[in-house]
């Protein structure tokens, strides 16, 4: 896992803070803050792979000035840095080849909501057709059923139309099951003029095509950015 991070590119897609000294970051009190700063110092200091900024911060003066003043990183800590940055769209994470869609499908970092909504659906499956109508079981089916009706769908919808905006995890939660709101019933009403109607296997099936369709659909999207930030084309 970690060699395969340090080997990613990265590129500031949101640079919302402002620029600052290494004396001025190492005075930030909270250390994720500051540890998210020293990131994106190196990366403005032209450190274009993650590498290159986990061996500016620890083999350079920096580390030295880190360690005198009792407040010393290690890799991890980078790393952890670069991952919350990632989360937060201030920096964009892209692999330095060009993979094909099937290589990138196979990666589970890189198309993490398609890996997530397979999983949902297949354990989702798994309690309705084989696991026991018993409790505790019966509760296993409440909560995975729960969030494979009323979030997958809608969280797959989310990623698809908002692969690069940044947006913390309460919006894309909120998001997710008001747009599972709209979406499911939305199924239901087509479900219920075809000739299944709405019984439980035709909802269950439609409702994994969906998601998986929609899940797909949105990794090919953030494939094909991916691979236009490789060429060094621009962003739509």
């Known amino acids: 896992m970690v060699q395969r991070k340090v080997e990613e590119k ?5 640079d919302k803070y402002k620029s600052k000294s ?3 970051i190492l005075k930030i009190e909270d250390r994720d803050e500051m540890l998210e700063q020293l990131v994106l110092y190196a990366v403005r200091s032209n450190c274009s ?17 880190m ?6 990183i290690n890799i991890d800590d980078i790393l952890d840095a670069v991952k919350r940055l990632a989360r937060k769209k201030t920096i964009i994470l892209y692999n330095s080849s060009i993979v094909s869609f099937k290589d990138y ?12 909504t397979a999983i949902v659906t297949a354990v989702t ?31 797959t919808l989310v990623q698809l139309l908002f692969p690069s905006r940044e947006m913390d ?38 409702i994994s095509i969906l998601s998986i369709a929609l899940a797909t659909t949105g990794v090919y999207r953030m494939y094909v950015m991916n691979v236009k930030m490789v060429k060094g084309e621009d962003e739509d």
Do not use: C, H
């Not at 499908?105 to 997530?116: E, G, P, Q, R």
């Not at 998001?175 to 009403?189: C, D, M, N, R, Y």
């Not at 075809?194 to 439609?206: A, E, T, Y």
């Open 10 to 14: 990265v590129k500031v897609s949101n």
């Open 22 to 24: 290494i004396e001025q």
């Open 49 to 65: 792979k993650v590498k290159d900024i986990v061996n500016m911060l620890m083999e350079s003066d920096i580390a030295k000035l």
């Open 67 to 72: 360690s005198s003043s009792k407040n010393s």
């Open 105 to 116: 499908i196979k990666n589970m970092y890189l198309s993490m909501t398609l890996w997530i």
């Open 125 to 155: 499956i798994l309690t309705i057709y084989i696991l026991p109508d018993t409790i505790p079981w019966s509760i296993v089916r409440i909560v995975v059923g729960g969030a494979f009706v009323l979030f997958i769908p809608g969280y």
């Open 169 to 206: 995890i309460i919006e894309r939660i909120a998001l997710s099951i008001g747009l599972s709101l709209a979406v499911v019933p939305l199924t239901g009403f087509l479900l219920n003029y075809s000739p299944w109607g709405i019984m439980l296997d035709p909802i269950v099936i439609s």
